[in-house]
């Protein structure tokens, strides 16, 4: 019994089988061999998205997710800041005084501070957990530069300040958030360009 003789293996874009995924979408380089009039190249650099994907800004991702701000006061109780976080189903709120940004205070500010110290959620008052002074970023900081700080900081979220006014807060899961839309949409390009040719 005589055994089928298959081609060489080539991989989507025309190149050996290999453990990479090359930075270039082009066509198939089997079309080619087999007579076929070679595809265009795709005008996308999978590098150039995932580079576009952390040069988003802060603009994008609060134009994105919504500018709702959730605050309290720095007087009110922890208590009722957790109840807060538990409502909205966040992990921070940004503490504000006379609509000035003032602290954050966090679920880690009530673990570390609160329960790990016996005290009382009722009794103990926002602003003797909270964060002061928290580290801010502007509408036209990137992604990956908030990415950084918040890594450099240990930190979890970031307001948003554009000359003295507050315009939002990011987290770093709205971050993750954006870079993971922006590779979904690479995906989808690429599924797009192969499935039309």
Known sequence: MTLPVFPERMNF???????????????????????????????????DRRKRAVLDTVHSVLENKGRDIVSISPTATVYEAIAEMAERGIGALLVLSDRNL?????????????????????????EEIMTPAPITVTPGHTVDECMRIMTDNRIRHLPVMDQGELKGVVSIGDLVKAIISSQAYTIDQLHTYIRTG
Do not use: F, H
Not at 25 to 43: D, H, I, N
């Open 13 to 47: 874009v025309g190149e050996r089988t290999a453990n990479r995924v090359p930075d270039v979408v082009s066509a198939p380089c089997l079309q080619e061999r087999q007579g076929y009039s070679a595809m265009k190249r795709l005008p996308l650099r999978l590098s």
């Open 102 to 126: 003032v602290g954050i205070v966090s679920e880690r500010d009530y673990a570390r501070k609160v329960i790990l110290q016996g005290r009382s959620s009722k009794e103990t008052r926002v």
